[in-house]
């Protein structure tokens, strides 16, 4: 029904040509019988229209963006297993740079260094046995890099002039005063036979074999190192012309336990 | 309304519910607030609100927040609601239309902001400000009589 309240909606209407036939009569009639509010036709002008000023921009749009939390808890969670996975390999490849020197002095890998004993002045094997387990205890203690093992034994035939052991060479103090033969770090296969001159082609990518003569009185670090001619020459052709061979052999010393007499030793051990 | 629609909401509608905001209010601090206010309510509502109605749910997000931040103030600084975002005001006095707009009751300004700027239908108008269709176009016939004598009058003037 049209009233004076809403007769500005009807106007609107039939400006904009949506008054139904019906409608348009009955605002005749309204305004018949009103006609001050005929005048209101003339002071609408449609063709008034606000222009909006698109110049007029909401320059933070960024701060309004949203991502939901749970895909943004997706990427962390697939991230963090990524770490998690990158932590262990790590951890890993660090295991294999620092505790493998403990691992490989495991019995079982002590185990593959065969001792042959061919003329025994003493009682080798249970000389070598007791070396076994002694080598075994001292090697939980051994704090140095890379250590692998076991004793070898002879006594120096002939004194040489104790040459200077490489600064590097230097293993820890407990090694040093133990009453075994060390090896460090010996990768490959070593077959060294008193009596016989060495033969360098006998050793194939051998790094840092280190033996020393172990001696109460003269032992305090590495001094007594070298009296016997097979170290001596060992050692000369290590820094001479063995470790630039193809064999790879590097910073090879024996140590020579005193009181242990073997006339003829093989020592092998095994490729890791 | 999914997150990518939300978005494509910021790039299509923030800059015209901006302008909608800035020539009610005549304060483009005001109006940034308000349209952040409005954005924030979109998201939170957004598995409610369907994409294609998302924009008059966001004009008639900030229109409410609008009026209340208007009556807010009113009661707060016990100043006229009309006097109110009048003293940052867009600034271009040269703009008649501009200062004509100034002079309209505010739902006849958000009635005619609604339907030239944005092309809005007298329903969609009426959805977003909560008014009926009738009050929509009595709305929008006042405020173009009004602009029209005002417009008359400056003629006059000049």
Request: aromatic share 10%; with cysteine; proline share 3%.
């Amino acid at each position: 029904m049209i009233t004076r309240e809403n007769i500005e909606a009807y106007l609107l209407d039939l400006i904009e040509g949506n008054l139904s036939p019906e409608k348009i009569k009955e605002l005749e009639a309204f305004l018949k019988e009103n006609p001050n509010y005929r005048e209101m036709i003339n002071r609408y002008d449609p063709s008034l229209v606000l222009i909006a000023d698109r110049n007029i921009k909401f320059e933070d749009k960024e701060s309004l963006r949203r991502k939901n939390k749970s895909k943004s808890i997706y990427p962390f969670i697939k991230y963090s297993f990524i770490a998690i996975a990158a932590c262990f390999i790590l951890f890993l490849f660090v295991s294999k740079l620092f505790i493998k020197p403990l691992e490989n002095t495991s019995i079982k890998n002590f185990d593959k260094v065969i001792v042959k004993n061919t003329n025994n002045t003493l009682s080798p094997s249970s000389s070598i046995n007791n070396d076994k387990e002694e080598i075994v205890k001292k090697q939980t203690r051994v704090t140095t890099n890379k250590t692998k093992t076991i004793a070898k034994a002879q006594k120096p035939q002939e004194k040489e002039i104790p040459i200077e052991v490489k600064e590097g060479l230097k293993p820890e103090p407990k090694i040093l005063l133990s009453n075994s033969m060390v090896v460090y770090e010996l990768d490959n296969l070593i077959v060294y036979i008193e009596g016989e001159e060495f033969n360098k082609n006998k050793i194939i990518e051998v790094d840092n074999l280190v033996a020393y003569k172990d001696s109460p009185i003269i032992n305090p670090i590495l001094s007594p190192l070298i009296y016997n001619k097979y170290v001596y020459q060992l050692r000369y052709n290590l820094e001479t012309t063995i470790e630039k061979t193809q064999n790879g052999f590097n910073n090879a010393l024996v140590y020579i336990q005193e009181n242990v007499k073997f006339n003829q030793l093989e020592l092998v051990i095994a490729k890791k | 309304m999914t997150e990518k629609e939300y978005n494509l909401c910021i790039d299509n509608y923030s800059d015209s519910a901006f302008l909608y905001l800035v020539k009610n209010i005549k304060d483009s601090d005001a109006a940034k607030d308000i349209l952040q206010e409005a954005f924030t309510k979109l998201w939170e509502k957004r598995e409610d609100v369907d994409f294609l109605k998302a924009k008059s749910y966001l004009f008639t997000s900030a229109y409410h927040i609008m009026i209340n931040n208007i009556k807010y103030n009113s009661l707060k600084n016990n100043i006229p609601e009309a006097q109110l975002f009048t003293s940052n005001a867009y600034n271009d006095i040269n703009e008649v239309m501009s200062q004509a707009m100034e002079m309209l009751p505010q739902i006849q300004k958000a009635s005619i902001l609604l339907r030239d700027y944005e092309g809005y239908s007298y329903k969609e108008i009426g959805d977003i400000l909560n008014l009926s269709q009738e009050q929509v176009k009595i709305n929008i016939f006042r405020a173009r009589v009004q602009l029209r004598e005002y417009i008359v009058k400056i003629d006059n003037v000049l």
